[in-house]
T-cell receptor, first 113, second 111 residues
C-alpha cells in the first residue's frame, strides 16, 4: 500500500512565523504535490515537483515556497504566515506522468492566529 | 478556463438505494478523470481512475462513467450503506500536468 504521511495533523502558529509542513511518501514516486482545501473553493494546487530539486508553481503559489532535497520528501514553507493561510493542507504523490493516480496524505489543518 | 463542477453540493439518500453523483467539465480534451472519497477532517482516497480512452470503470459497488463529448462523468453507487457517507470529489487532468478538482458532493446515507 502507498503511504503518504504528513508531519502534523494540527498546527497553530502566529502571524509572521515561518512554518514548515513536511510530507513523506514511501513508494518511490517521482511526483509530489501540495494543495490547500478551503470550504466552497475545493482543492487548489500550490506547488508540485516531478523530480528531486525540481519545483513548479501551481495555481496559488503566492506566499509559499517548497523544497525537495530527497525523492521521498516534499516540504511546504510559509515564509511569514498570515491569517489567510489558515486552511487544510494536503500532500499527494504519484508515479509517472499524467496518467497515474494521486495518493493523498491525511492532511494538516493549520490555524494562523 | 478549465473548470470542474459537481452538483448538488449535498445529497441525502435512504440506505439500500442506488444513487448517482454527477461531475461536469468544460473541456473535452482530457487525459483522465478520477473520483475520490474524503471523510471529515481526513485526506482523499482514490476510488476510480478513468483514462480518456475508456468509457467506464468498476470497483465493487462503484461504477464510474465518462462521456467526453458531453463533458460529463457519473459515479454510480449500488445498494448504498451508511459507511458510504462522505464527500465525493471529482478531479480532471486536462491537457496539462495538473488535476483540477470539483468542490465535491457531500453524501449522507440515512439508516
Amino acid at each position: 500500500d502507498v503511504k503518504v504521511t504528513q508531519s502534523s495533523r494540527y498546527l497553530v502558529k502566529r502571524t509572521g512565523e515561518k512554518v514548515f509542513l513536511e510530507c513523506v511518501q514511501d513508494m518511490d514516486h517521482e511526483n509530489m504535490f501540495w494543495y490547500r482545501q478551503d470550504p466552497g473553493l475545493g482543492l487548489r494546487l500550490i506547488y508540485f515537483s516531478y523530480d528531486v530539486k525540481m519545483k513548479e508553481k501551481g495555481d496559488i503559489p503566492e506566499g509559499y515556497s517548497v523544497s525537495r532535497e530527497k525523492k521521498e520528501r516534499f516540504s511546504l514553507i510559509l515564509e511569514s504566515a498570515s491569517t489567510n493561510q489558515t486552511s487544510m493542507y494536503l500532500c499527494a504523490s504519484s508515479y509517472g506522468r499524467r496518467r497515474e493516480t494521486q495518493y493523498f496524505g491525511p492532511g494538516t489543518r493549520l490555524l494562523v492566529l | 478556463k478549465q473548470e470542474v463542477t459537481q452538483i448538488p453540493a449535498a445529497l441525502s439518500v435512504p440506505e439500500g438505494e442506488n444513487l448517482v453523483l454527477n461531475c461536469s467539465f468544460t473541456d473535452s480534451a482530457i487525459y483522465n478523470l478520477q473520483w475520490f472519497r474524503q471523510d471529515p477532517g481526513k485526506g482523499l482516497t482514490s476510488l476510480l481512475l478513468i483514462q480518456s480512452s475508456q468509457r467506464e470503470q468498476t470497483s465493487g459497488r462503484l461504477n464510474a462513467s465518462l462521456d467526453k463529448s458531453s463533458g460529463r462523468s457519473t459515479l454510480y453507487i449500488a445498494a448504498s450503506q451508511p459507511g458510504d457517507s462522505a464527500t465525493y470529489l471529482c478531479a480532471v487532468r486536462f491537457g496539462n500536468e495538473k488535476l483540477t478538482f470539483g468542490t465535491g458532493t457531500r453524501l449522507t446515507i440515512i439508516p
